[in-house]
């Protein structure tokens, strides 16, 4: 189980095609083919932007300032994320509206100008009617999370559903005290550079009701109880209000700010929703799938951008993905959040031979993310997994082990989407889902993946 030798990763320049690359890798791989078309950019990573939308008549047209809020809503049954944008300004909240085509990614915490048609507290923004002010621009640079951070659980419910599905000790177990609570999970996958604890509040019966799905007024009104119960919030980094199911609210699971400390968790109390939002709250989108099908067949990239589509929790390797079980962060996740050194990210730009760590262990001089450009602004990202701790409980036969994982991924300090690529699926005809992303062990086929323009090459045993 504590196998950690080191991958090691050749580079050559190919010969048959121009700026084409070899990538070697050696180790215990017993490896797989699968020939790529060309690169294409994964949908859903890229700059933040906003897109024109329908402006109704009867609406005011307004120009207002403030910041900016962003919120995941989770709908993990149905494979769903429903995006909110709140303007915060002095005069009080307004939801944004983008009509049908909402920009992919935006920084919470923003300064920003928003131009739109205002009815009621919702603005249809204007085209290009969102800007997003010079000193805005640091809230999208790479967060670093270190440290002890401290999380109120604050548990709520209404005057017409007083319901209490849990016990205020069951929320502090998922939370801080189970062999595999959220505080486990975030010092494990942080080498213990992020500590979490904090306490369970509640339950607190709101006169609100829970008719309509107003997570402000409801985080408001907890904290007010919490006050009048001699809690003082201030002391804590995060909260999350957790209530009993209620249908009115769309993300069945739960909701997080981006880079806000706010969450909410809507009849789940889990681990896997708790630490879900709070790598929102930290600043991490979801670690998703790509899925590309040319001429009716599987493939891992496509020529053509439109037969691929994002599958949004279809990475099964990180919370931020698709589980349970849930699965430490990956290389990307760490690095974004400022846990990797700048020796473990390596950029690979030319041939040559690399060595690629495992991503379990802290590992301060060794390479745990070897990078390749992927157009402009992205890149195809390795990730070496072993079987390790709570979390990372894979069986050494599990392909993942036995394989290197391939992400399309943006630089660390954009908040987009990473999407996994499926280099299994010529094993799984129709049915990829399960074993995606690694090069399986027991492959008949040559030792070589194809991506984009690198090629991996999977050598003898290591
Ligand atoms: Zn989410």
Redesign the pocket.
């Known amino acids: 189980m504590d196998d950690w030798s080191l991958g090691r990763v050749a580079l050559e320049r190919s010969g048959g095609r121009e700026g084409s690359a070899r990538l070697l890798l050696v180790g215990t791989l017993l490896g797989g083919s699968l020939s790529l078309t060309p690169p294409v950019l994964a949908s859903g990573i890229g700059a933040a932007t906003a897109p024109s939308a329908g402006v109704p008549f009867d609406a005011t047209t307004v120009t207002l300032q403030g910041r900016l809020d962003v919120l995941?809503?989770?709908d993990f049954t149905h494979g769903r994320?429903i995006d909110t944008y709140e303007l915060v300004t002095d005069q009080g909240s307004y939801e944004l509206s983008f009509g049908r085509q909402e920009p992919e990614v935006a920084a919470s915490g923003s300064f920003v100008t928003v131009r739109g048609a205002l009815a009621g507290s919702t603005i249809t923004v204007a085209a290009n009617g969102l800007t997003v002010a010079a000193s805005g621009a640091a809230a999208t640079a790479g967060p670093a999370i270190t440290g002890a951070k401290r999380l109120a659980v604050i548990l709520i419910n209404f005057s017409d559903n007083t319901s209490q599905p849990f016990t205020p000790a069951f929320a502090a177990g998922v939370a801080f005290t189970n062999a595999d609570s959220a505080a486990t999970y975030y010092s494990e996958s942080s080498w213990g550079k992020v500590t979490l604890s904090g306490d369970v509040f509640g339950w607190y019966t709101l006169p609100n009701t829970s008719e309509t799905c107003d997570w402000t007024g409801w985080a408001n009104a907890a904290d007010a109880a919490a006050a009048a119960a001699g809690v003082n919030l201030g002391t804590y980094d995060y909260r999350e209000y957790a209530f009993p199911y209620v249908s009115s609210c769309t993300w069945v699971?739960?909701?997080?700010q981006v880079f806000g400390p706010l969450s909410w968790s809507n009849g789940e109390m889990d681990n896997r929703v708790m630490a879900?939002?709070l790598?929102?709250n930290f600043g991490l989108?979801?670690a998703s799938g790509y899925i590309c099908i040319d001429a009716g067949q599987l493939v891992a990239l496509s020529a053509t951008t439109a037969n691929c589509t994002s599958d949004e929790?279809g990475d099964p390797f990180s919370v931020?993905g698709s589980s349970p079980p849930i699965r430490g962060l990956t290389n990307f996740e760490r690095g974004r959040l400022g846990w990797l050194t700048a020796a473990n990210t390596l950029d690979i730009t030319t041939t040559g031979v690399y060595t690629l760590a495992p991503v379990e262990q802290y590992n301060p001089t060794g390479v745990q993310a070897l990078r390749i450009a992927h157009g402009s602004s992205s890149y195809e990202m390795l990730e070496f997994r072993q079987p390790y701790g709570t979390f990372d409980s894979f069986s050494t036969s599990d392909p993942v082990v036995n394989g290197v994982t391939v992400r399309l991924v943006p630089s660390y300090d954009t908040y987009a989407n990473t999407q996994i690529i499926d280099t299994t699926l010529w094993t799984l005809p129709g049915a990829t889902i399960a074993r995606r992303a690694c090069v399986p062990t027991g492959s008949p086929m040559p030792r070589l993946l194809r991506v984009g323009r690198s090629t991996i090459r999977c050598l003898a045993s290591w």
């Open positions: 995941e809503g989770d994320t699971a739960g909701e997080g879900h939002e790598g929102h989108a979801h929790y931020m």
